[in-house]
């Protein structure tokens, strides 16, 4: 498993997935950030107490420093200008970058990737995870015919056993995107490796890389329902994290954690 620390500094957190992937030669380019700011908010961000709107401050701000060190190797190209003490060859981002925010839950990312991207261009995809399967059902999509970025930041709160993912990135390079980086908040090792496995070429940027998926599919620790939480929406069943299972969803759930273990299988 390839993991690249942005900063300085070990992680705990990715010990157990080293540990369960070691057989695994698959590349997995995951960048946890160990941005003493990002861990700080995330505390409070995962804390059950964190009412609503504090959470979608949290997420625009996280969103905010993990865009930073995502664009970090964004090409850019001379561009003349003049300062007020004469004239240089300033810098300027090169390539157009689509945000492709995952609804509901990847709306809450979308403002703080926009304050370093202003000219940014927005294409909302549609998915939810069917509850018992957990498998992605498309339900929004309006892209153009042909890709009109070439770079695209996928922005989903959450990569829990990997499928929106994979949807998301068959979506975007059927449309032609030439360049693709996930960025999420809380990863699960089960979504990483899903997703690494799929598309070896997507980075991915998380502030987070946790535990396991419990038997629901909720990363543990985690958060809960990310779109719960942003959206004060907590009547529906998906906002039980650690209520009662389902067979099928179990059955998923340890079929990705025997795929980790053991990825011939
Ligand atoms: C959540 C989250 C991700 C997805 C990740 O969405 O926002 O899109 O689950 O899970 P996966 O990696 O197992 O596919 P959810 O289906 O809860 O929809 P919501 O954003 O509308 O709440
Ligand atoms: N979606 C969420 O909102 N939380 C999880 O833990 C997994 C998927």
Redesign the pocket.
């Known amino acids: 498993m390839k993991i690249i620390v942005a900063g300085s500094g070990t992680i705990r957190a990715i010990a157990n997935a080293e540990r369960r992937t070691q057989n695994d030669r698959t590349p997995m380019p995951l960048n946890v950030s160990q941005h003493p700011l990002v861990a700080d908010k995330l505390a409070i961000l995962r804390d059950r107490r964190t009412e609503p709107k504090k959470f979608r401050e949290l997420v625009r701000e996280l969103t905010w420093l993990l865009g930073y060190e995502a664009t970090a190797d964004l090409a850019t190209r001379p561009f003349p200008i003049e300062t007020p003490l004469g004239p240089m060859t300033a810098a300027c981002l090169e390539p157009r970058v689509g945000l492709i925010p995952i609804l509901r839950?990847g709306l809450g990312m979308v403002d703080g990737m926009l304050e370093l991207l202003p000219t940014a261009e927005v294409w909302h995809l549609g998915l939810y995870?069917d509850e018992r399967t957990l498998k992605p059902v498309e339900y929004y999509n309006k892209l153009p015919d042909a890709a009109t970025v070439q770079v695209c930041l996928v922005l989903d709160?959450?990569l829990?056993t990997g499928g929106s993912a994979v949807a998301t990135v068959d979506i975007l390079k059927k449309w032609g995107a030439a360049r693709i980086k996930q960025v999420s908040l809380?990863a699960?090792p089960e979504g990483v490796a899903t997703l690494s496995r799929a598309h070896p070429d997507v980075d991915i940027h998380v502030a987070a890389l946790d535990s396991h998926?419990n038997e629901l599919?909720?990363?543990v620790p985690?958060?809960?329902?990310?779109?719960?939480r942003q959206f004060g929406t907590f009547a529906g069943p998906s906002s039980e994290?650690g209520g009662g299972s389902n067979d099928e969803t179990a059955e998923v759930v340890r079929r990705l954690q025997r795929h980790l273990d053991d990825p011939a299988s």
């Not at 985690?222 to 719960?228: E, P, Q, V």
């Open positions: 839950a995870r709160t959450m829990a809380i699960a998926l599919g909720y990363i985690g958060l809960g329902d990310a779109g719960d994290p």
